[in-house]
């Protein structure tokens, strides 16, 4: 239903845009859509959320870095990543939420190692 893309391996201090494309008649603008993480042998986190009308939220750990973005036309939502260190290493998920569905991608593999 959410396909990732835009994972891999990158320097620490580079930059990568990961995309969530939605199948099965899922319109991003009619849910909340966020950004989760895995790093091996931790749980998974919030990296970035937003919510229908648009506002967005960033874990702590951002700082900045990073920011989530929908675009309706394409009905694709955007995680650009700025900065990037070996702690944001992990499997990055999409979500979109709409009251009882809670929809999840397959993840996309972030590796940022020099």
């Known amino acids: 239903l959410l396909v990732e893309s835009g994972g891999g391996l990158v320097q620490p201090g580079g930059s990568l845009r990961l995309s969530c494309a939605a199948t099965?008649?899922?319109?991003?603008?009619?849910?909340?859509v966020g950004w989760y993480r895995q790093a091996p042998g931790k749980a998974r986190e919030l990296v970035a959320a937003?919510?229908?009308?648009?506002?967005?939220n960033y874990a702590a750990f951002v700082k900045g870095r990073f920011t989530i973005a929908r675009d309706n036309a394409r009905n694709t939502v955007y995680l650009q990543m700025n900065s990037l260190s070996v702690e944001d290493t992990g499997v990055y998920y999409c979500?979109?939420?709409?009251?009882?569905?809670?929809?999840w991608g397959q993840g996309t593999q972030v590796t940022v190692s020099s």
């Open positions: 979500n979109a939420k709409l009251t009882v569905f809670d929809h």
């Open positions: 099965s008649g899922i319109i991003f603008s009619n849910y909340a």
């Open positions: 937003m919510a229908r009308g648009g506002s967005t």
